[in-house]
């Protein structure tokens, strides 16, 4: 009898430490998918939120004035979900209004959400030239990661800040600003890219008055098959300051109802770099000032170039599309340019005569 309790309470012990290592195992995966809602705004709720939970939902927020939805403490291998409507109560300052910034993340929206910036609250016409304050919208600083299907709209003024970032891609962004062509706004730049390394955005939809894209410094950016309407193009710049841009790729975009189409500004008296840059692929409809544009006078109202920040290796090919009446078809001011190749320019329709200076012999076109 002895001999049998004892089998029976080993087994019993053996069933227990079992049961144990199976309700451990189990916390343990639970513990590395936990999930979060944010609803409402709270901040050491979102800091408990981005050090403990691997998936962060923010439902419906309505953020403080003044304050910036900090997201930028996000685990390694996080998800971040946007649900319903997230605005930001009006005041004037520089913002951001948000921040996110991680590694190996994912950054997403819900079928329904929107990040409403509000603008016409701020919008006054003179963006970030005087005025009111207005806030920047967003900036991601990430690594290995993915943002992708947000809807953003009316940005008080420059809308996505790329910053700093690495091995990531950027895409399905609808940024919608046409309320502003109406309500006075004025430098909504959609994505300004600054210092990133190997960064993809594409596949996004943009309404704006400003750039569509403007790459101000940095490495191996690909433009892909984006959707430009009512700003100033995709730029190049404007560049200085001993800032470098190299290895640039915009192939399969459309931009409409722009100011300028194709762009590269450099600033008047100043130092940096531009090079290995190719656009292919473009069509350009109702442009109203310039098709392609290359000026190495920016900043400065004299018309006179400099090349502190020289233009090299630059491609474009298969460019067609028209310009308005009293626009140009191509411009080019720039000193110490080398080493262009255009081939298949078909931009038509601008009749304003420009005169073009710096174009490398050999290059392929003229104004």
């Known amino acids: 009898m002895d001999k049998l309790n004892y089998k029976m309470g080993h087994f019993v012990a053996l069933f227990v430490l079992l049961l144990s ?10 513990a590395t998918a936990v ?12 800091n408990q939120a981005q050090s403990e939970c691997s998936e962060i939902t923010i439902d419906s927020l309505i953020v403080p004035y003044g304050v910036t939805l900090d997201l930028t403490k996000l685990k390694t ?43 016409a609250l701020w919008w006054d016409g003179k963006g970030g030239n005087g005025g009111k304050v207005k806030p920047h919208f ?4 990430v690594t290995n ?30 940024i919608d600003n046409k309320d502003g062509d109406t309500k006075g706004g004025h430098n909504t730049d959609a994505f300004n890219v600054n210092s990133c390394n190997n960064i993809t955005i594409k596949h996004c939809t ?18 892909l098959d984006n959707y430009c309407s009512g700003g100033h193009g995709i730029s190049i710049g404007s560049v200085g300051n001993g800032a470098t841009v190299q290895g640039v790729l915009v192939d399969g975009c459309q931009i409409v109802d722009s100011d300028n189409g194709i762009r590269i500004k450099t600033k008047y008296g100043e130092t940096g770099s531009v090079s290995d840059v190719t656009y292919q692929n473009i069509v350009l409809k109702n442009i109203h000032r310039y098709g392609i544009t290359m000026q190495g006078d920016y900043g ?3 018309g006179v170039p400099t090349g502190g920040v020289p233009i090299s290796h630059l491609t474009l ?7 308005d009446k009293g626009g140009a078809n191509i411009y080019i001011l720039v000193e110490n340019a080398s080493d262009w190749h255009f081939s298949d320019i078909n931009v038509t329709g601008g009749q304003k005569k420009m005169s073009c200076k710096g174009i490398p012999a050999g290059t392929g076109v003229s104004c």
């Open 206 to 223: 943009v309404y704006n008055q400003d750039d569509c894209m403007a790459m101000n410094s940095g490495y191996n950016t690909y433009f």
């Open 35 to 46: 999930s979060c809602t944010i609803s409402k705004y709270n901040l050491d709720h979102i």
């Open 77 to 119: 291998g996080a998800k971040l979900i946007f649900r319903g409507t997230t605005v930001w109560q009006y005041e004037e300052w520089e913002g951001p209004l948000l921040k996110i910034k991680g590694t190996n993340v994912e950054v997403t929206g819900s079928d329904d959400h929107v990040l409403d910036g509000r603008g």
């Open 317 to 323: 090919k298969n460019v067609t599309g028209t310009v």
């Open 300 to 302: 400065s109202s004299g």
């Open 21 to 30: 290592a199976v309700a451990c195992h189990s916390a343990s995966q639970n």
């Open 138 to 141: 967003m900036k991601a600083t």
């Open 145 to 174: 990661s993915v943002i992708h299907k947000l809807n953003i709209k009316n940005t008080p003024v420059q809308a996505f800040s790329v910053n700093g970032c690495i091995d990531s891609v950027v895409q399905y962004i609808t």
